[in-house]
């Protein structure tokens, strides 16, 4: 019985790997930071919803929106926006007063006097995330 040659061996080929490796490194370089404000924002975002509302006041539709980013000035740091709308029976000053406790801005849309617009606005430093720069 003949026994054939084992077929040479494949080095690995280190250039190789390091060239298929440094764009899933650089994406991760980049994306990781994005993800970890996108999981703050969402925490911030349930928070905000779990807070009671006021009296005579729920929540429309469309549910709360929210954004990273720079939002207010010239970068270097990085905004947490969210943003819901409400229907309410409270006058502006009445919602003012109670969204000022969590540093909230209540805009009224014009035309409709029961429906509102709340945002939160949380700054924080700029870290990795590109989006704040």
């Known amino acids: 019985m003949l026994l054939e040659p084992l077929p040479p061996r494949r080095r690995l080929h280190w250039r190789r790997i390091l060239l298929l490796a440094s ?54 740091h990085c905004d947490f926006l969210v943003r819901f709308s409400l229907r309410t029976r409270l006058s502006e000053a009445e919602l ?11 805009y009224f849309q014009d035309g409709d006097p029961a429906s509102a617009v709340v945002e939160v606005l949380k700054t924080d430093g700029a870290g990795w995330d590109l989006r704040c720069r």
């Open 23 to 76: 764009p899933v490194a650089l994406a991760l370089l980049v994306m990781v930071p994005i993800w970890a404000d996108d999981l703050r924002l969402a925490d911030m975002k349930d928070r905000l919803l779990a807070h009671p509302l006021p009296p005579e006041t729920s929540f429309n539709a469309a549910g709360a929106q929210g954004s990273v980013g720079v939002q207010e000035g010239n970068g270097d």
């Open 96 to 106: 003012t007063s109670y969204y000022d406790r969590i540093n909230g801005r209540v």
